[in-house]
Nanobody, 117 residues
Framework: QVQLVESGGGLVQPGGSLTLSCAASGSISSINAMGWYRQAPGKQRDLVAAITSGGRKSYADSVKGRFTISRDNTKNTVLLQMNSLKLEDTAVYYC???????????WGQGTQVTVSS
């Protein structure tokens, strides 16, 4: 099992920055990849950014050049640095882990990010 706990959401003005953190615990060595998804009201949950155990990163087109995903292996933590935030970035952000040979999925509880003037 892998458990995820997110932190760092909040209210920020357009153009501002925010960093989300996701701490993983449990079967850390079985994690294949971790990432961030987001879900706005009335919309589906979409992938924002992901990083594999090998360090390969991927981003949604809408956040490329503005968001950066990184990991701190010593703290079993994945960070999402969000810059130049836009109104449309407002959503609940969920941390996700793909783990085990059967590619099980774990989710965090979600953290609200609101971009508003």
């Amino acid at each position: 099992q892998v458990q995820l706990v997110e932190s760092g959401g909040g209210l920020v003005q357009p153009g501002g920055s925010l960093t989300l953190s996701c701490a993983a615990s449990g079967s850390i060595s079985s994690i294949n990849a971790m990432g961030w998804y987001r879900q706005a009201p009335g919309k589906q949950r979409d992938l924002v950014a992901a990083i594999t155990s090998g360090g390969r990163k991927s981003y949604a087109d809408s956040v490329k050049g503005r968001f950066t995903i990184s990991r701190d292996n010593t703290k079993n933590t994945v960070l999402l640095q969000m810059n130049s935030l836009k109104l449309e970035d407002t959503a609940v952000y969920y941390c996700h882990a793909d783990w085990g040979t059967s590619h099980f999925r774990s989710w965090g509880q979600g953290t609200q990010v609101t971009v508003s003037s």
